[in-house]
């Protein structure tokens, strides 16, 4: 099979379609032929050497988290997922092993796709959807009428936290560039915030912030949180309270529960996956460096299935 390999870590590691021998599933694991997976910043935080003490990764590694596809193969405990069925799934990072065109998983950790959902869609769910809901209601605990900040709502994160902001029943900021305000309204934000031109800082005081930028950004984020509240960062590890105000690092870890969460709303209707663009894999590069953009809107995802 074909895979996009990466033999060293480092900022100026190449990805490279190389052909491997197909994974073989463990006795719990079925194989998936790969259709799609997404990109997302962790795998460049890989690829660049900077998770190495939080995912220790062996060379050669081929990234990707997120997965979608047909089980082909299934090992004896496998439990009830059969061959044929269509998947949606999340690989350990330290594992990788979803910019190729054949994955083995662990059975218990798929979940099954409703007919009506295609293949991309459904590998931009994984980690995106999973750290939105993550942030929101297992690290800042939000609740109905308290009022949110989400930084960077565009983008694959950011989009699902407005949607699931907004069905909680908070009342909803979200920034981002100009020609995403649009979207950002779609999506459920009450007000929508260009961040290169307006304050958000006029709209203060906040309950919630969901923080995907860092930097001088989240720095001004804490002139706006309420007493008592919560910033939620996704990029500051570091992050901790500061003047009767939390602040509080984003880690997502298990996918499926959310998963499950994900597919069902999709279902019936309530929830929006945004794609950015599509990628053959052998594009794999060209993908990451629009995830590195920081500029994709939704999700940036490679399609390996023909």
Request: proline content about 5%; aromatic content about 6%.
């Amino acid at each position: 099979m074909q895979a996009a390999i990466i033999q060293r870590f480092g900022p100026d590691a190449a990805v490279e379609l190389t052909p491997v021998a197909p994974p073989v599933p463990a006795a719990d694991e079925v194989l998936v032929r790969i259709a799609a997976a997404a990109v997302n910043p962790l795998d460049l935080k890989i690829i660049a050497g900077h998770m190495g003490q939080v995912f220790p990764a062996q060379l050669p590694y081929i990234p990707g988290c997120d997965f979608s596809g047909v089980v082909t193969a299934a090992g004896p405990l496998a439990g009830s997922l059969r061959v044929g069925a269509r998947v949606v799934g999340r690989s350990h990072p330290t594992r990788g092993g979803a910019f190729a065109e054949a994955i083995a998983a662990r059975a218990d950790a798929l979940v099954v796709m409703p007919d009506e959902m295609s293949f991309e869609q459904a590998a931009a769910l994984p980690s995106a959807f999973g750290s939105a809901h993550h942030a929101l209601f297992d690290v800042a605990g939000l609740q109905a009428g308290q009022r949110v900040l989400i930084h960077a709502g565009a983008g694959g994160v950011g989009g699902f936290a407005i949607q699931l902001a907004r069905q909680a029943g908070a009342h909803v900021s979200a920034t981002a560039s100009a020609p995403n305000l649009g979207l950002l309204q779609e999506l459920g934000a009450h007000e929508a915030i260009d961040y290169r031109v307006d304050d958000f800082t006029r709209l203060a005081p906040f309950d919630v912030i969901l923080d995907t930028v860092g930097g001088a950004t989240l720095e001004r984020s804490w002139q706006v949180l309420r007493e008592g509240g919560i910033v939620a960062s996704l990029v500051d590890f570091s992050i901790g309270a500061r003047a009767g105000r939390r602040g509080a690092s984003v880690f997502f870890a298990e996918a499926t529960a959310p998963l499950h969460q994900a597919v069902e709303l999709f279902r019936t209707g309530k929830l929006e996956i945004v794609i950015d663009s599509l990628h053959a894999l052998d594009e794999a590069g060209a993908a990451l460096a629009k995830v590195a953009s920081s500029h994709a809107r939704g999700k940036v995802v490679i399609r390996t299935m023909r």
